[in-house]
Structure formats: C-alpha cells, structure tokens
C-alpha cells in the first residue's frame, strides 16, 4: 500500500544552517509526485517544492531543494541558511494514480522544526 | 485576494449537534478536498469532488456529508457532532498535482 514516512517528530536548527528533513514513500505506481508543504503556527497549509518521479533533476525553489533519490524511495526536503520564519510543522505529501482515473493523495505525520537564534 | 476560503474560522459544538463548514475557490479549479489533521496522523482525506456535480468518499468519510454546489463551493456538514470530530478541517482545491488550501477550521465537540 502506498505510505509516506516521516520519521522525525521534531528537529532543531541554528539559524543560518542547512537543514533536512526526511521523507520516505512507498509506492508501485511508475508515475507519482512528491511535495512538501509548510505549516506555521498560525495554521495556514503553504505549498513549498514539487518533485515528479520521471524529473531527472532535483527540484529546487529558492532556499528549499528535494534531494530525490528514487532508489531508495526518499524525497528528502533541504533547506539552506535557516531562518527564524522557518519554524513550522513541515508535511511531506506524494501524489499517485492507482487506476486510470483516479487520483490519490496521502500525507506524511510531518516534522516540527525549530530554528535556533 | 485569490484563493480557497472556509468559514468559519473556530465551532465549538455540543455533541449531536449539526454544522455546515464552507469552502469557497475562486481559481476556477475544477476538484476540491476535505481533510482533516489530527495531531500526529498528518491530514486525513474526508470528501472530495473532482469536478461539479460529483462528490467521492476519501480515508476517513463517516460522520460527514458533503455539497458540491457549483463549482466554487464545496460544503462539509456534520449532522450529529461526536468528539471523535474534534479536529482541524481543511478545504483545499487542486491545480495539477499541488493543492491550494484554506486557513483552516478549527472544531471543537464537547
């Protein structure tokens, strides 16, 4: 069954470090999407970085990359010089067509971070 | 400004009793979502419609009702309110494979 996995409940980072936050999935569907998405305390869901499975490169959006590694399932979500604005709930997502015609969506249990001054 | 709009922002209800949350899109998306994230289990799907006039049960659909009234609105209604329903509601709506979501609803059952 599909799944998405992220295995870290809370992570800290000093502000100006790199950080990454990890995402595994499970799937048997050749044609799939992975993304990430921020959650602030305020509650707002806010999109950040998209991956498709046949992308041969990384995608990348300003600060954010997806170090996407499909042999091992990962889609791993980086993000350079930390800033405070960065702390939030952090979810990964993947997207998949089981049959033709339909669409489904799962999201991970996701990863709170907490960027240090 | 453009986006996925829900009302309203925070219900407590009593249990059994019965609410109407609202999702309005004004991006002429075609399919709409309800979620709902419980502290722990990420976002659940509830309801969806993938176009107007068309509504499917997502992961987690009993105790929920849904509208898809035109194509801007989508409504999720609780008839009979249970704690268990104490949750954050989401309203999102899809463009390709990335979804745009409201601010969220914050429900409490007592």
Known sequence: AQKITQTQPGMFVQE????????????S???YGLFWYKQPSSGEMIF???QGSYD??????????LNFQKAR?????????SQLGDSAMYFCAMSYEPTSGTYKYIFGTGTRLKVLA | NAGVTQTPKFQVLKTGQSMTL???QDMNHNSMYWYRQDPGMGLRLIYYSASEGTTDKGEVPNGY??????KREFSLRLESAAPSQTSVYFCASRKWDTRTFGSGTRLTVV
Do not use: H, M, W
């Open chain 1, 16 to 27: 100006k470090e790199a950080v990454t936050l990890d995402c595994t999935y499970d799937t």
């Open chain 1, 29 to 31: 569907d050749p044609s």
């Open chain 1, 48 to 50: 950040l970085i998209y």
């Open chain 1, 56 to 65: 041969q490169q990384n995608a990348t959006e300003g600060r954010y990359s």
């Open chain 1, 73 to 81: 399932k990962s889609a791993n979500l980086v993000i350079s010089a």
């Open chain 2, 22 to 24: 609202q999702c309005a």
């Open chain 2, 65 to 70: 009702n849904v509208s898809r009234l035109n």
